[in-house]
């Protein structure tokens, strides 16, 4: 069993920022990539940003020089820094985790919301 608990989560004006948190728990041992995508109303699932086990990072291009993300090895958890909001960020936001052979893990989704 692989348990993936998030939060962070909220509602938060155009320009604002947020900071998401995932917790990764249970039969993670050997886990390689952690990461977030998110899915907004009507759309397809999409890469926001992961981070691998030696730290190497990668962003999806709308988020680039806006989120950062963060790992810390010896909680096993990963964060996710959001400034300049958009109204376009508004998504549901799932933390993902990576075991090599056993595959891609999925947290439960945290609501992000960007209004005025």
């Known amino acids: 069993q692989v348990q993936l608990v998030e939060s962070g989560g909220g509602l938060v004006q155009p320009g604002g920022s947020l900071r998401l948190s995932c917790a990764a728990s249970?039969?993670?041992?050997?886990?390689?990539?952690m990461g977030w995508y998110r899915q907004g109303r009507g759309k397809q699932r999409e890469l926001v940003a992961t981070?691998?086990?030696?730290?190497?990072?990668n962003y999806g291009e709308s988020v680039k020089g806006r989120f950062t993300i963060s790992r810390d090895n010896a909680k096993n958890t990963v964060s996710l820094q959001m400034n300049g909001l958009k109204p376009e960020d508004t998504a549901i936001y799932y933390c993902?985790?990576?075991?090599?052979?056993?595959?891609?893990?999925w947290g439960q989704g945290t609501q992000v919301t960007v209004s005025s």
């Open positions: 993902n985790l990576v075991i090599p052979i056993r595959g891609h893990y």
């Open positions: 249970g039969s993670i041992d050997g886990f390689s990539a």
């Open positions: 981070v691998g086990s030696g730290g190497n990072t």
